[in-house]
């Protein structure tokens, strides 16, 4: 702020003048940028300036705004210190997320068998199986419950998270003899008891075959045989 004197003579006449002359700073306006993934959004403050924020685009109002850009966009902030006005700007950096192909998926095994998952579309890939993590790719387990599969493929900031199932079979075989032995010739009778079975398959050694849960099998000559089971699910 400066005053100003202003002198007049006129003959033997002077005058005088006082003026004051107020100068205003024109605001320098502070703003943070982000950098953010698809889909996020990120709260942008301005300080520095006493008349309010305006952003653009948009048309917001406010020292602090909550944007969501589907794309990288830079964004103008303008104020004012009384009538001098000022803009500041800031980009926000949008990255996509990676897209996640895992192979394979919801699969059926035995207790123990080992299943290889192979997934790609990221850079860095992070596993969870039974509260286990591993790190890499591909991912070798061999479960012996069903599991749950989690993996967190990221580039950079931005992360997409898949899930699938390993259903590990709990299918027991067993089954009970009517008698160990029988007179030749002469049948005997086989009772299935697997349990979480949705198929069985009986061979009892003597040529003879069947699917049905009850069954009896006739021997016409004398010896030893092997009877053997196959459930499966």
Do not use: H, R
């Not at 889909?39 to 008349?51: E, H, I, K, Q, R």
């Not at 919801?106 to 199986?129: F, H, K």
């Amino acid at each position: 702020t400066t005053s100003y004197t202003v002198l007049v003579v006129a003959g033997s006449c002077s005058y005088t003048g006082n003026s004051t002359v107020t100068v205003i700073p024109t605001p320098v306006i502070q703003v943070n940028g982000a950098s953010i993934c698809l889909g996020d959004a990120v709260t942008l403050s301005a300080s520095g300036a006493t008349n309010g924020y305006t952003w653009n685009p948009g048309n917001l109002n406010g020292n602090s705004v909550t944007v969501s850009p589907s794309v990288t966009t830079t964004y103008i902030v303008s104020s004012a210190n009384g009538a001098c006005p000022s803009t500041a700007t800031t980009q926000i950096t949008v990255n996509t997320k990676p897209v996640l192909n895992l192979t394979p998926t919801d699969v059926l095994i035995c207790p123990g068998t080992t299943v290889t998952y192979s997934a790609t579309g990221a850079s860095i890939y992070e596993w969870y199986v039974n509260g286990n993590y591993f790190i890499g790719n591909p991912l070798s387990v061999s479960p012996t419950k069903t599991s749950t599969i989690t993996l967190i493929g990221s580039n950079g900031g931005c992360s997409t998270t898949s899930v699938t199932m390993v259903n590990v079979s709990d299918v027991v075989a067993s089954f009970k003899p009517e008698s160990n032995y029988v007179d030749y010739p002469g049948s005997l009778s086989f009772t299935n008891t697997s349990t979480c079975a949705s198929t069985i398959f009986w061979d009892f050694g003597n040529g003879q075959t069947s699917t049905n849960s009850v069954v009896s099998t006739y021997y016409e000559f004398p010896g030893k045989y092997l009877t053997a089971l196959v459930a499966q699910n």
